[in-house]
Structures are given as C-alpha cells and as structure tokens.
C-alpha cells in the first residue's frame, strides 16, 4: 500500500458471515455482558463510527498526505503492519454487508467494543509475531502507530486527542505507574530527526502545543488500548469529584519538571496533531460513507423512531431526498414541500448523521420558543438513546459562551435570536466550525421583519466564517427559491408530496366550491347546503358555521381560524349546542387542571366551552392555559378549536376540517402563505384518509379570493433594511465587534454575500449597496458604537467602541443602547436596593412601551401603595407623584414626564407585581390587562433582562449589575416558588405541572431524572404515559449536559496554562 496513492474501502461483515467464514465470532454474551460503558472509543463504536469498517485504509490514508513525501524505513514498516492489520481485518470484513449485522443495537450494548477489542488483541498478536517490537512501533512518524498497546491504527486514530484529559480525570487504570512510565519511556524514543519532521509539520500547521499538567504526566493515554479505557470509565461515574480533583492535581504535582516535560509535551503534540489530523481526514471522508444501514445510521435509530415516532418507513421523498448528492456531500440545500409533508424528519435524520457520524455539532433554528421546548422535549429521548447532548436556547434559556465538549456532541435547538447570539459567540471563541450542521425550519421567515434580518445575519455569518458547516433550510412558503438559493449557495429539492389529500373549498352564501387553482375559474361548484336555520340561529349564525362544524365533529376534529381574539372566544361560545355536551371525566379533569394552573381561577369563557368539547386558542392565554389546550385536543378530548392565525404555524395541531371564519387577520386580508399555512392543517397523517379547508367568504371578496388561492406564493425578501436599516447597522457593528470585517472593503465583501444584495434592485432600488454600507458605518460612527483609525499602510480600520461592543453583545436594539446606557448610569447613582421595583424598571423592555396606555387610576392606585423608597425612584426618574395623580384626576399637568419613561414605569409595575406575587390572575385582574400580555410581557422582560446583563458584562462601570442582574433574570424567567425553579427548567414543565411534581416527592431535577415514568402515571393527576416518559427523558437530558459542564469546567480549571513560565 502506498503512502501516495490511498484508495479508501469500507469493509463489511455481519456476524452470520464471520461465522459462516470460520472465524470465531467476537459478539459472545459474555463480552455484551462486560461490557458495560462508553468511554470514547466504545461510544464511537456504540455510534457506529467506521471503526470497524474502511477504517485501517481511511486511517492510512488519513496519514498517507501529510508524509507522502517521507518515504523511509518508518514508512515500510508501517506498510508491512498495516498489510498485517490489513489481512487480519479484512479477514473479518467483507465488502457489502451490514456493518451492523444482527449487533447494531448501539445502546447499552458493547458487542461492537468487544469485537473491536479481539480485532486488536488479534492483530497484536500478528504484529508480534511478525516481528515488530513495542520500539519499532512507536517509531513511526504517525500518532496512531505510537502505541505499543495498540497496534491497530484503527482504534487509535478515532480517539479525539482533546479527549484524553477527560480520561485522565477519570480513568482508574489511567494512573497505574507503571503504564505510565512505559510509555513515557516510549516517548522519549522517539529519533530526534523524526521529532524534527514532526515538529515541521507542527509549525506549518500553526498550532500551538498545549497540553495539561495530567496529559504531561499520562501523555500516552489516547494511545491506551480501548480496554483500557474502558475500564477506566466503567469507574469513572462512582468517583467523587474531589477524588478526581486530588487526583488530577497529583498529577499535576508529580508531572516532570518544565524542561523536561516542555520536550515530552512537545513530542506529545506531534503526536496529537498526526492523531488530530489523521480523525479529521477520517471525519472528512465519513462523511460520503454510508456507515449504516438506515440512510447511513444504525438500525438503533430506525427502531427508537418506530418506537417513539411510530415511524416506520419513510415516504418515497424523503428517501429520495437523502439520497441526493447534495446530501451525501455534506452540501447546502433547501427543500420545500407542502405542510405535512413530513420535512422534519429528513432534517432529523440529517442531524443525527452529523452528530453521530461526523461527530460534530448541530444546530436547529425554530421560529418559537414553544417549537423549541418541545423540539427539545422530542429529541431528549433519542439524545439519551443515542449518546448526544440536546440543549435548549430559547428565551433566557441557553449557556453564553456555549460548553466546549470534548465527550459528547451537542445538538442545539434555538430560536432565531437565541441562534443569532449563539453563532456570535461561536465566532468570538473561534469555535463555529464546531458546528457542522445548520438547519432552519421555516426558511421563508428571513423575510419577516427583524426577526428575518437576524436569521439572514445568523446565516451570512455561518457562510463567511465556516466553509464547512452545512446549511439546510426548509419551508412550505418559498416561491422565489432561486434568491434564496443564490444566498446560500444551496441545491434545491422540491416535491408536491402531501400524505393526507387536501381539498379546498370556499363557502359563499348557500354554496360550497371546490378550489381548483390552475383553472381560469377556479372555484368550482359542489354542492349546496341546505340547513334548516330558524330565523334566530340565521341572526345567530349567518355565516353557518355551528352546521359546518357539526357536519365533522365531534367524531373528528375542527380548527376555526378567526380574524380576531375577541372573534375566537364568541365563535367557540356559538358553537356550544346542547348535543355536544358530554360530561366525561377527561373533559373533567381538564378544567379541573385550568382552575388550578390558573391558582383557583378559570377562564369563564373555557369553563362553559369545554364541557363541550370546544376551546378557544389565542396569545391572550398563559402559556399553561395554551399547553393543556393543546394537549387536549391533541389526545381528542377537546374536537375543535377557535384559533387566530399564531396556531397555523406553530405546535402541529392538524384537523379534519379546518373552516376559516373569514379571510381576514384583523383588517388584512390574508396573505397566500398565511392562506397555506392555515389550510395546511387540514388531514392527520395516518388517521384521517382526506382534508378538507373551507374559507367563508362574502361575495365582495370573492375577486380577491381567486387570487389568494390561485396566485403563487409571496416572495420572501431581505429584511436587513426594514426598519430603517436596522438589520445592516447592526449587521456592520457585530462584524466589527467580532473583527470578522475591519476595513470597509471587508464590509463591502461581505454585505455582498447576502440576501440583500442578491436581491439588491428589489429591496434598496433607489441606492447602491455600496452607498448602504458606508452610510451604514458612518451611522454607527456618529453614535458612539463605532471608531476609525488609520493602520501603519494609512487604511482606515474600523473597531467597536466599548458601548458598541455591549451593544451586539447584549443584542441591544441600536436605537436605545444609547438610553439603556443612560438608565444605567443614572441607576448607579441611587440604585433602591430594598425593593426590587428599580431594577425591574431597568429591565422593562423598551419596545413593549408602545404597547400598553397606562390607566391613570390603577396607576396611581399602584403608586399610593408603593414605598417611601419605591415612590423616591420613581420621582427621580421623572415619575413624581404628584404627576401621576393629576392624570388620574383627569387635571391638566405643569411639567410634563417623558411618556416613555411614564409607560416603562407603568410596566415595571406590572412585572413587580407579579415577580411579588406569582399570580397572573390577580395581577391581570388588578392592571385590567389580559392575562396572556402579562405573560408575553413577563418573558420579553426575562429575556432582555438577560441582554442588559450582557450589556453590563462588557462595560466595567457596571460591574455593580451582574451579581444583581443574574439573579433578577432567573427570577423573571420563572417567577415561581423557589422551589419549582429546579424543576421548571426541564423543557415543557410549566408551574402547574411543577408544583404536582413537587406534591408528589420530586422536589429536584436528580428527582425527576430518576423518576420511574410508570409511578409518575399513578401518582400525579392527569399525567399520560408519553408526558411522564418526556418530562423523566428531558430531565435526565438536562442532568447529563449539566454535570458534563461541569466536569468541562474542572478540566479547564485543571489544565497547566500553555504559556507558564519556566526557568
Ligand atoms: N415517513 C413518515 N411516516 C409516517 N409519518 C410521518 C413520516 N414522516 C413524517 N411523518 C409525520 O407527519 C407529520 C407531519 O410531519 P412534519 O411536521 O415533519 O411536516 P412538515 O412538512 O414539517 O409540515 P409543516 O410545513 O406543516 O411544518 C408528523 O406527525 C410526522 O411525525
Ligand atoms: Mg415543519
């Protein structure tokens, strides 16, 4: 085999062929029974990884490239022990098979392990027998032939060198004295005119050699053996911390003296890198390897989504789709199909490839913070099953800076902003190609507002600094793909795939249409309804709804999509007949769990619809009202429900028949997508056989209508200069800040890679882009957030000043860091530390001022009740009371207060109340606002509590925050008891459901974590066996990523500083 001229084979054997060829098979119970944990290399081989497969050609031509040019005698003896290993592994592989054969059950099972282990001990043996010594091995320029124990390159060089500090921390054997100085002796043998190569190597590469204090001591520890290490971690999980501790610091302490160590180190980091080096050419080529036999991934998976999914074949398009080349080349795509179509589960499978067989990270971008919960909710079960880590980044949830792991891989589930800020700080930490793959849900919300120009910055930054992740976006609603696939430099896959037939129709007067699109007249006749109205049901119902909706439920289910809230609960209070009611006891107990999420309270409106089985849905609910309708009508026990359009693209709630009451949201008519998006949700996959849409319509808007269900799709358009140019100037500020562009031709440059400039003559038609860009830097100059300076070649260079850089780290809206600036400031002055009112109005956020008039009684009911302290703040912002109390008797005021300021304090009162009282309810009630604002207002105040504590971070005047403000951003995000917070951070347990947990005796996540789902059942109300089995999965996913960051943290607090002087 050539060093030159590497073909790379993947070779295959099931365990029928082993036996079938004689060799005695390595899948024994007694080894499945052993073998008990993962470590790295057993969860590499849990996983599937191509250990076992092309992996002694991959791994030499891994090596092959760098050393092409190096042929000596450390090359032939690499050749003849290769061809060893080779002839000894092909003789347990052979081409076309099922690499997982009957063992591919990944988890729990370490029968892959132990067929690793005897490869090993059988090509040991070979090697020895063909004459090589421990010497000769170790002299090969290639880090994975370094070890004496494992002669194998295979095992070696899938070993991650960063990993082994972990094993050091953790691994019994790791230790054994003996072992250590063996191989430290091995690597003092090293000939210095190899040493030398290596070292040139080094240098070219440009890295640095860094190594622990332990990986000093243990140097050859990733070159150990799998059994080794597999020892080590199966003890690992029963050591205490502080065990590991002292242990590591022994290590430490006992490590040789620096100019002694500073050569091992440096001997040790050619290692390293040949081994790094050799895992990345590995981890390139895996990628266009088909390593299992489910699209590339272990039947495991195939079974958990029949298992947890009821999954159990893909449609024809999406195996096409996986099949693409695209795909296969780890190239960009966006795929579109109509909703239903079952578009997640590609991006699923894709994901999981990327976790488990390219080992790299993820990233998946939803459109909402309830898409995201239960994302993570979903995914938690497979995470656990399959060995990767699932966190959540929405709202204020979401670690900054992220956890650099060096086990597990960790796939992130974020909200456009949550994404923003995480690609951000992935660019500072220098750390995005950890990322290998980007998924976006929804593509076509690029074109929304200022949540789009955040997905366009999130994605022009991933195409700019990582050439290597993959971006895959998908939609229902994308007609100018081609724009969107410039941008991105995607392929496109298209299909009009639809699982479930849908039939739309329109309603006018007493006759229903059929919808056919492509023809000149598209509504068709079908029928004519005849339903024997009495004069007052007409006045009642004239647009007979209550007889469409009955023509389907209650034996199948109906969404109503209405123009308005108000609409929403009137539609589903009509609907309410007498035939419908049924008083059973899910319905019950549903009430039962509304009257206590709302603390003894009860919607009036839900507590006369639900007993026949109706419920309205719409943002004016609390976030647990909305869960427990949505579960309800997801398990059938509600059959309809009145829903404003936020339904139509969110939680998948699908239908039967969904009836749009009018073709208007608010005074708008409806958009084609919107349309979509809403009729969409008519035909359940694998329950209903046809959907069916009715949109009502007046005869007025008949002509309008035509176009809506026959013109083709809104084009998605750059949102970057929406608002003003919001998007583009802080598009330029980040840049700066994260010094991805300096000058402004690199600006230039890279405004010229986005969406807005592919679309450039439709979304700036009257100004160049150039002129954009300047005028944009000028902007930021002249607010304080940018300077300019000449370099040594008298270019101008740009930079973020300290403000700007709080500002794109703390995410700020441009427009208002410079008053947050202030507010701050001016807080620091008489900050009121006794009440927590001051710092709730520093919080408030800004944009939700123009949502919400202050009542001039209830606010000066408010302020007459607040403290001496409280109500000198408030003075000394510009609030006195006198002011207010003049409004309220309606005179005329002096001298006026800054409205803004007013209507911030007015909403800080809101939230203190709450933070105070935990009742949504009451507060609702006393500030006569709906209780849904309260909660949507509470969460935007969480999570810009958490950008101000960003913003503060990175201004050291404001030291005095962070300490302060941590704390008020864990209280805002739950504003519960105390003691429900461990448990609410769980993904989807919301206080209700917190506090019955809490009732029942589990009182902290290693509760919940070790709860058993089947006793959870019995013990807490209402609580179905797939809720229990999530709430047990999610909790154990959150325990897991919580104790791998710190044990992430122990390591990097125990790693000898690179740059430690020595005598
Ligand atoms: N191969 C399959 N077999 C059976 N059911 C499937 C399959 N693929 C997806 N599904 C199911 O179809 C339903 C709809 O899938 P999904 O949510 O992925 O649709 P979508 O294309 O993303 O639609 P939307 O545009 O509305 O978000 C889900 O309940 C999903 O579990
Ligand atoms: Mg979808």
């Not at 050699?209 to 332990?214: M, Q, R, S, V, Y």
């Not at 994302?375 to 979401?398: D, M």
């Not at 120009?453 to 609603?477: D, H, N």
């Not at 006198?882 to 309606?890: C, E, H, I, Q, T």
Request: charge should be negative; glycine fraction near 6%.
């Amino acid at each position: 085999m050539s060093t030159d001229h590497c073909e790379i084979e993947v070779k295959r054997m099931s365990s029928r062929k082993r036996i079938k060829d004689g060799v005695r098979s390595h899948l024994t119970p007694a080894k499945k029974v052993s073998c008990t944990d993962g470590g790295e290399d057993s969860e590499a081989a849990r996983l599937g990884m191509d250990h076992s497969t092309g992996d002694v050609s991959l791994v030499t031509a891994a090596l092959g490239s760098p050393s092409a040019s190096q042929k000596n005698l450390a090359f032939n003896q690499l050749e003849i022990e290769d061809q060893a290993l080779q002839h000894n592994i092909l003789s347990y592989c052979s081409d076309h098979e099922d690499l997982f054969g009957d063992y591919d059950s990944i988890l729990e099972d370490c029968s892959f392990m132990a067929k690793l282990e005897d490869v090993e001990q059988d090509a040991k043996q070979q090697i020895t027998e063909l004459g090589f010594d421990k010497g000769t091995t170790f002299d090969q320029p290639h880090g994975v032939d370094l070890a004496p124990q494992c002669p194998s390159p295979t095992f070696t060089a899938l070993k991650m060198a960063g990993d082994h500090s972990q094993n050091v921390l953790c691994g019994e054997d790791h230790a054994d004295s003996d072992i250590m100085s063996e191989l430290n002796e091995v690597c003092e043998d090293i000939p210095s005119s190899q040493f030398a190569f290596q070292h040139e190597v080094l240098t070219e590469m440009g890295r640095s050699d860094t190594f622990t204090p332990a990986e000093k001591a243990t140097g050859a520890h990733f070159i150990l053996d799998g059994s080794i290490d597999k020892q080590g971690s199966t003890t690992h999980a029963r050591r205490s911390m502080t065990d590991l501790l002292k242990r590591a610091m022994l290590e430490n302490a006992c490590a040789a003296s620096p100019s002694i160590s500073r050569l091992a180190a440096r001997k040790e980091a050619a290692v390293i890198e040949e081994m790094d080096a050799a895992a990345n050419t590995v981890q390139a080529m895996t990628s266009e390897i088909d390593l299992g036999p489910f699209f590339g991934l272990p039947t495991k998976v195939k079974d958990l989504l029949a298992q947890l999914r009821g999954i159990k074949e893909l449609y024809d398009w999406q195996k096409t789709c996986l099949a693409l080349d695209s795909v296969k080349q780890h190239r960009n795509l966006i795929y579109s199909l109509p909703t239903s179509g079952g578009k997640t589960l590609v991006a699923e499978i894709l994901i999981l490839k990327e976790l488990l067989c390219r080992r790299m990270d993820a990233l998946l971008v939803l459109p909402y913070i309830s898409l995201v919960q239960e994302k993570v909710r979903g995914l938690a079960s497979l995470g656990l099953e399959l060995g990767f880590l699932v966190e959540e980044y929405a709202g204020s949830k979401g670690r900054f800076p992220p956890v650099k792991r060096r086990n597990k891989r960790s796939l992130y589930v974020a909200t456009i902003e949550k994404a923003h800020s995480l690609v951000n700080a992935l660019v500072e930490l220098g750390r995005l190609e950890s990322v290998g793959l980007l998924v976006v849900d929804e593509l076509h919300m690029l074109g929304e507002g200022s949540r789009g120009a955040l997905l366009e910055m999130t994605l022009a930054k991933v195409l700019y600094v990582s050439k290597s992740t993959q971006i895959i976006g998908m939609s229902a609603t994308l007609s100018n793909v081609k724009d969107l696939q410039k941008f991105l430099k995607a392929e496109n896959y298209t299909s009009d795939f639809r699982p479930v037939q849908l039939v739309e129709y329109v309603k006018i007067q007493d006759t229903i249409y059929e919808v056919h699109p492509q023809e000149d007249d598209c509504f068709w006749f079908s029928r004519a309804l005849n339903f024997k109205y009495s004069s007052s049901m007409q006045k009642i119902d004239p647009d007979h709804i209550i007889a469409l909706v009955t023509e389907v439920i209650p034996a199948h289910s109906c969404l109503v999509f209405c123009p308005s809230k108000k609409n929403c609960e009137n539609v589903a209070s009509m609907i309410c007949k007498d035939f419908l009611l049924h008083h059973d006891v899910k319905k019950a107990a549903l009430l039962q769990e509304l009257r206590s999420s709302g603390g003894g309270a009860v919607c009036p409106v839900l507590q006369f619809t639900v007993p026949f089985g109706l419920a309205y849905h719409h943002s004016g609910l609390t976030n647990e009202e909305r869960k427990l309708v949505e579960e309800a009508y997801a398990a059938g026990v509600l059959c309809l429900l009145t829903c404003t359009s936020t339904l139509a693209a969110g939680i998948n709630l699908p239908a039967r028949r969904v009836i749009l009451r009018s073709p208007y949201v608010a005074m708008n008519f409806l958009k084609r997508s919107q349309y979509k998006q809403m009729v969409g949700r008519a035909g359940r996959a694998g329950i209903d056989a046809t959907g069916e849409s009715i949109l009502i319509l007046q005869e007025k808007d008949k002509l309008l209508a035509k176009q809506l269900v026959s013109s083709p799709m809104e084009s998605c358009y750059s949102q970057l200069m929406h608002d003003n140019g919001k998007g583009i100037h802080s598009l330029i500020l980040s840049l700066v800040g994260l010094k991805i562009t300096r000058t402004l031709e690199q600006i230039r440059d890279f405004v010229l890679a986005t969406l807005l400039s592919v679309q450039e003559s439709h979304t700036c038609p009257e100004r160049k882009l150039w002129d954009v860009t300047q005028d944009s830097v000028e902007f930021l100059r002249q607010k304080g957030l940018l300077k300019a300076s000449k370099d040594c070649e008298n270019n101008l260079v740009l930079e973020v000043t300290s403000l700007g850089r709080a500002t794109y780290k703390g995410s700020i809206d441009l427009t208002c860091s410079d008053i947050l600036y202030r507010d701050l400031s001016k807080g620091l002055d008489s900050l009121v530390l006794n009440s927590l009112l001051h710092l709730v109005y520093l919080v408030t956020p800004y944009d939700m001022v123009s949502q919400c008039k202050p009542d001039w009684t209830i606010f000066f009911r408010q302020f007459s009740s607040m403290t001496a302290a409280e109500q000198k703040m408030a003075s000394d912002i510009g609030v006195p009371e006198s002011f207010v109390a003049r409004k309220a008797a309606g005179q005329s005021v002096k001298k006026p207060a800054d409205p803004m300021v007013v209507a911030r304090l007015y909403l800080a009162l809101v939230v203190f109340s709450l933070v105070k009282e935990n009742s949504l309810w009451s507060v609702a009630n006393r500030f006569q606002l709906s209780r849904g604002f309260i909660q949507s207002l509470l969460s935007s105040a969480s999570a810009f509590c958490s950008c101000v504590l960003h913003f503060t971070e990175e201004l050291e005047e404001f030291w005095a925050y962070k300490a302060l403000l941590t704390e008020l951003t864990r209280r805002l995000t739950y504003c519960v008891k105390v003691e429900l917070i461990p448990l609410m951070e769980v993904a989807g347990v919301l206080e209700f459901r917190a506090k019955q947990l809490y009732n029942a005796g589990y009182k902290t996540l290693a509760h919940l974590a070790n709860a058993d789902p089947s006793l959870l059942v019995r013990t807490v109300q209402n609580l179905s066996r797939k809720q229990a089995n999530q709430i047990v999965a999610s909790a154990k996913m959150l325990l897991t990523e919580k104790a791998e960051a710190l044990q992430e943290e122990v390591n990097n607090m125990l790693t000898l500083p690179s740059d430690l002087p020595s005598s």
